[in-house]
């Protein structure tokens, strides 16, 4: 089991950076894949980003490249999301997942490859 813990959610105004931390503990962390999904009042739960154990190899949606950053510190059992540029629309729970094993193609977008999930944390822009 793995166990995941997000924080570094809160209130900031539009154009403004939030780092978001996903503290792993329990089993080997860098074997996996470790991805940010997010979900608005009212919609489905949607991919944000991916970053394989290596940190080399890393998946942003379309509405994120370009603003958020994915990062892991396997050493620190710690995943990274660092938000800059931010939108009104990029207000959501904010939910850290991980997969126990490497998910190639699409798979790595779709929430139910991954294995387990943090609590979520609360991201909200003000415009």
């Known amino acids: 089991q793995v166990q995941l813990v997000e924080s570094g959610g809160g209130v900031v105004q539009a154009g403004g950076s939030l780092r978001l931390s996903c503290a792993a503990s329990?089993?080997?962390?860098?074997?996996?894949?470790m991805g940010w999904f997010r979900q608005a009042p009212g919609k489905e739960h949607e991919f944000v980003a991916a970053?394989?154990?290596?940190?080399?190899?890393?998946f942003y949606s379309d509405s994120v490249k370009g603003r958020f950053t994915i990062s892991r510190d396997n050493a620190k059992n710690t995943a990274y999301l660092q938000m800059n540029s931010l939108k009104p629309e990029d207000t959501a729970v904010y939910y850290c997942?991980?997969?126990?094993?490497?998910?190639?193609?699409?798979?790595?977008?779709?929430?139910?490859?991954?294995?387990?999930w943090g609590q979520g944390t609360q991201v909200a822009v003000s415009s």
């Open positions: 997942a991980a997969a126990s094993r490497g998910l190639n193609g699409s798979s790595k977008y779709r929430r139910s490859e991954y294995d387990f």
């Open positions: 970053i394989r154990w290596s940190g080399v190899s890393t």
């Open positions: 329990g089993r080997t962390f860098s074997s996996s894949i």
